[in-house]
T-cell receptor
Framework: DQQVKQNSPSLSVQEGRISILNCDYT??????FLWYKKYPAEGPTFLIS?????DKNEDGRFTVFLNKSAKHLSLHIVPSQPGDSAVYFC????????????FGKGTKLSVKP | DAEITQSPRHKITETGRQVTLACHQT?????MFWYRQDLGHGLRLIHY???????NKGEVSDGYSVSRSNTEDLPLTLESAASSQTSVYFC?????????FGPGTRLTVT
């Protein structure tokens, strides 16, 4: 039973356009959400997070939106660059769980020049 | 700079052998985690530790063990390697927020 779902295994976007990666969750106890980026042959790196008390968090070209009623979050990358091509993992946790994260299966983003 | 390292980066072993993967972090984090990454499964939690002498089973712990004798290290042991344990293994550590990952160990069991 997947608690964190990334239903799109892959996404292809033109350079300069917006990339939107989606993530759904089922556990209403989740209150902290993160996005990780992973290049081949490297470990995942933290990208951006959002607490459930917010509905938006922005960091440069990256914005995460949280819709608690729909149990849905999305990562927007604007403008997309070829260097953004990677696998993106959505993760969720319950605050107070000492950092235990539940990961989605990932979405492979390809940004074409 | 603080970091988290894993060794070896690549390992080939035979079925039935005992294998230990090392993980070392200099963040001084209490929490440490081991994951495996497989196509179609994303990152799955194997074991985790909240501090010295503390270990806990994750989602896919069968066939694996860990021990935590100090803050910096959480070695992962495959007691008797099986072909199903061929995977990429990631170690991570965290304080109270996001986890920081090591570069991974690619393990092949033949």
């Amino acid at each position: 039973d997947q608690q964190v779902k990334q239903n799109s295994p892959s996404l292809s976007v033109q350079e300069g356009r917006i990339s939107i990666l989606n993530c759904d969750y089922t556990n209403s106890m989740f209150d902290y959400f993160l996005w990780y980026k992973k290049y081949p042959a490297e470990g995942p790196t933290f990208l951006i997070s959002i607490s459930s008390i917010k509905d938006k968090n922005e960091d440069g070209r990256f914005t995460v939106f949280l819709n608690k009623s729909a149990k849905h979050l999305s990562l927007h990358i604007v403008p997309s660059q070829p260097g953004d091509s990677a696998v993106y993992f959505c993760a969720a946790s319950v605050r107070g769980s000492q950092g235990n994260l539940i990961f989605g299966k990932g979405t492979k983003l390809s940004v074409k020049p | 700079d603080a970091e988290i390292t894993q060794s070896p980066r690549h390992k080939i072993t035979e079925t039935g052998r005992q294998v230990t993967l090392a993980c070392h972090q200099t963040w001084n984090h209490n929490n440490m985690f081991w994951y495996r990454q497989d196509l179609g499964h994303g990152l799955r939690l194997i074991h985790y530790s909240y501090g010295v002498q503390d270990t806990n089973k994750g989602e896919v712990s069968d066939g694996y063990s860990v021990s935590r004798s100090n803050t910096e290290d959480l070695p992962l042991t495959l007691e008797s390697a099986a072909s199903s344990q061929t995977s990429v293994y990631f170690c991570a550590s965290s304080g109270r927020g996001e986890q920081y990952f090591g570069p991974g160990t690619r393990l092949t069991v033949t």
